[in-house]
């Protein structure tokens, strides 16, 4: 059995750790106040390339003992289109990632990213807080072939009057680089833990041994596909024609009429409030526990009756 295998397990064991909140967007969906707000709220819009993926977990707390993953990704600076850039890279922490014993934690809200991708980031001045983007995903517009798409891979087609989107996505760019675990953090994983002792078992061949097969063979970057399958078309059994599309979509845009959109809209809503604040991947960060509300007893609601139900009240007591 090749101990690669014992990688994928642990990928696939990690998976389970996915956050339990609703989809906060659909993928079709443009997002709070279009454009225009999204240009106000961000301090700096940044054209760039991921070049460097890094997880760190938050500081552990009661609800959260390990702490939750976060993905510290490396923007090289291609164009600036609002704001200001400290330095040609630009670092930002989002919520999600790798927790660094084979697991994985995704917000249903937030971007994932691989290396080599080119983007659209509207980033939020000021301190940083659970995520650096504005909205989180809807902050992020991907640029491929030379067409711009929303943070889901949904084709943006209008950005000057309004924020539109909609056409054919493409849902398989969104796919996630997994760092490979060390052999350590696995086996600090009871459930992993047991299953190397299965393979040590079955092969005969001692922890070191398999340490040193796991490190030379199992893969240093696994890519994960969280793409929806699109299922094929099948034709209608039947002799009647063909329904309309309810819709039809424009050309998704090119890059440089998107750029010229956020320029215009920049103009217009004026300068940045705050300057942005680089994240350091060296440096410890909280992440505080969603608070719990105490549902408060209200007193009973009394009724009001009028008089003649009043009366009637006392007239069938009186029976009794």
Request: charged share 30%; aromatic share 6%; hydrophobic share 35%.
């Amino acid at each position: 059995m090749k101990l690669n295998v014992v990688f994928n397990v642990a990928v696939i064991l990690g998976m389970v750790a996915i956050n339990s909140s609703a989809w906060g967007h659909s993928p079709n969906d443009a997002g709070e106040g279009g454009l225009q707000s999204k240009v106000r709220e961000a301090s700096l819009i940044l054209y760039g390339q991921v070049v460097d993926l890094q997880y760190r977990n938050s500081e552990p707390t009661k609800e959260q003992p390990q702490g939750l993953p976060h993905t510290f990704v490396t923007y090289q600076v291609l164009e600036v289109l609002r704001g200001e850039v400290p330095d040609k890279k630009v670092i930002l922490r989002i919520p999600g990632g790798a927790d660094g014993q084979g697991g994985v934690y995704m917000v249903s809200t937030a971007p994932v990213f691989a290396l080599g991708q080119t983007d659209v980031v509207f980033v939020k001045g000021g301190e940083i807080d659970d995520c650096q983007l504005v909205e989180c995903v809807e902050g992020r517009f991907r640029i491929h072939e030379n067409q711009v798409l929303n943070g889901w891979g949904v084709p943006v087609v209008e950005a000057h009057k309004t924020l539109r989107v909609g056409g054919k996505p493409r849902f398989d760019l969104n796919v996630m680089e997994l760092p490979r675990p060390s052999f350590k953090a696995l086996l600090e994983r009871p459930e992993i833990k047991a299953y190397i002792d299965q393979v040590s078992r079955e092969s005969r061949q001692t922890l070191k041994d398999l340490q040193a097969r796991y490190d030379r063979e199992a893969p240093k970057v696994t890519t994960v596909k969280l793409g929806n399958q699109v299922l094929p078309i099948q034709k209608d059994v039947t002799e009647e024609p063909e329904a309309d599309p309810m819709e039809v979509y424009e050309d998704p845009l090119t890059p440089e009429a998107f750029f010229d959109a956020i320029r215009e809209w920049s103009k217009q809503v004026g300068d940045p409030r705050s300057p942005i604040v680089m994240a350091n991947v060296k440096e410890r960060f909280e992440v505080p526990d969603q608070e719990v509300l105490v549902l408060e007893t209200k007193d009973a609601v009394s009724l009001k009756i009028s008089d003649e139900e009043r009366y009637d009240i006392h007239a069938k007591e009186g029976l009794r």
